[in-house]
DNA sequence: CGCTCCCTTGATCCGAGTCAACAATCGTGG
DNA sequence: CCACGATTGTTGACTCGGATCAAGGGAGCG
């Protein structure tokens, strides 16, 4: 993702708890987030709020935003956030001259769709303690692959309402249910650090299964087929795979 | 989609509630589901199931397959099917060669993800009413989408435990919602087939928004930027787009 | 220093789950 | 065409996980 940050004309830096693209607003820029945490959400009419997923460094807030005039969902900054600046005609001359980017550009669509897909499955048949135990080992191993995670420890800038909004429970539960795990020891959490104390155990209890973060975890054993075929998911046809 | 059907080199018959692909099959092979329905879903170690989208005719079942060895879900069969078999090489052929289709997959692609963030919402923040009314309008609209539902009417061979499946519920409670919602004179629900009986109390209900399924209503008005910088999302490079 | 978030804990309530029994429908083979 | 077993749908009684309401305590910050 290196290539991607030199690409950057411009840097914005944006304050916490801020916004960076409501639903609604047109999206050809490109915007890559350098440092700090952001996250998709949608806002309820009745305002409740669901975070749909969470925007990490190196992440783009809207890679397949060209196809899209619009935003669907809100973007807005957890934590301070520094933000690169790409303009539709760089980041098209990217992807016609570096496919090696372009390839893991695709490749991290499809690692995002199936976080999408197990937090469906999250959702829809895990209990609150599983969830959290879930989403726990998830940002993990996300952290870890973006190196921003050491021993099973990482920075967690989200509040206790965040963490509700992002796994449909509410405030006070996610209060509970973290106390339950500090005094099982499995976890530490303070001051916006997390220590996974007792990896193990919190696998068990989130039921945890690394397969559906496969992408992540750097022992992939895909792209067979399209790399047998030298086809390149994205370009304009100006780039010559592998 | 017509011209991928022609694509098909063979038709395969599936009988209803079997399976299609399984987790960790190898998916080099593109399958369309001509006729019938399918779900993608996972099942969890404790034994409970959760669908994670519907498969329809015209749909994929797995279009960015190509990039990934192995499925990390399984496909089954709800219905009766008929399944046309392409072959990698037929499917690239397609994407350099038609690449109007290509963009029409792509945008289907886009049109997935969003489907998968609104489910994602729905599990999140929606009690079961709005979930099984929403699941309702959403189902209408693709149908209506795919030419399979006429004047709010369509065929939905789904059982109430496979709408609990998917929404997170149990089969009594569904069975319950359905009860009061027929009463209502919402809709009617009788041999697998739903009838919406009064679109506005249903949509308002369901809190159901029209504009997280824009790009099923057709009058959708995004792909302006591609389409300026003659940018096609797929392709090799052999395609000249537009 | 005082505000404003955020975290924490207790008491109570309710939407949805569980358990159980039975009716209706479907498919299949005799 | 009917009989039988197997799914699927329906309903009631009861339970429970997590929501709601309420009140303090802490920590960061202007």
Redesign the interface.
Known sequence: MNALTALTSRVVVCNKRSNILR?GDPC?TIYLVRTGWAC?H?I???G???I?SFVIPGDLCND?G?????M??CIDTLTPCEIGVIS??QF?DM?NQHPRISRAL??SG?VT??M??E???T????NATQRIAHLFCELLLRLNAAGLAQNHRYELPLTQGDIA????LTIVHVNRVIQTMRTMGLIKLKSHVLEISNWDSLTALG?F?L??V?GLTGND??????QQ?H?????????S?H
């Open positions: 639903e050809e998709r949608t309820l009419p009745d409740k709020r669901q749909i397949h060209l196809l899209s005039k619009h669907e969902h539709p005609h098209l992807l695709y490749w499809l769709e199936a999408l897909r937090r469906i499955v959702l829809g048949r895990r909004d992002t796994l449909g039921k299964d397969r559906h496969n054993d895909r792209t067979s087929t399209a075929l086809w390149s998911p994205w370009p304009e046809g100006l780039a795979v």
